[in-house]
């Protein structure tokens, strides 16, 4: 199993990003897939849950209205569209997957958000 995060980097509050997470070694089809994140001294936080098909979506309350995650199962790749980002948004974001009750996790992309 592998999870590879793409398209973080720095952005101006108020700024978007669309962060991209390519899976292999899996059905990726068949999985829930979910974004976490993690800010300097915070625990990990969920941010964004979907469904194997895609039909369904939730979001942490800290991004609701202002994320969207979505996938292409054909593609493999779960994305999380930020937008109106704020700097309290700054993290590592990863991307994760339960597998038969087994944890994966990608390496993680960093997100700045600062003027």
């Known amino acids: 199993v592998q999870l590879v995060e793409s398209g973080g980097g720095l952005v101006q509050p108020g700024g978007s990003l669309r962060l991209s997470c390519a899976a292999s070694?899996?059905?990726?089809?068949?999985?829930?897939m979910n974004w976490y994140r993690q800010a300097p001294g915070k625990e990990r936080e969920l941010v964004a849950v979907i469904t194997s098909a895609g039909g369904s979506a939730n979001y942490a309350d800290s991004v609701k209205g202002r994320c969207t995650i979505s996938r292409d199962n054909a593609k493999n790749t779960v994305y999380l569209q930020m937008n109106s980002l704020k700097p309290e948004d700054t993290a590592v974001y990863y991307c994760h997957a339960r597998l038969l009750l087994h944890d994966y996790w990608g390496q993680g992309t960093q997100v700045t958000v600062s003027s």
């Open positions: 070694g899996f059905t990726f089809r068949l999985y829930d």
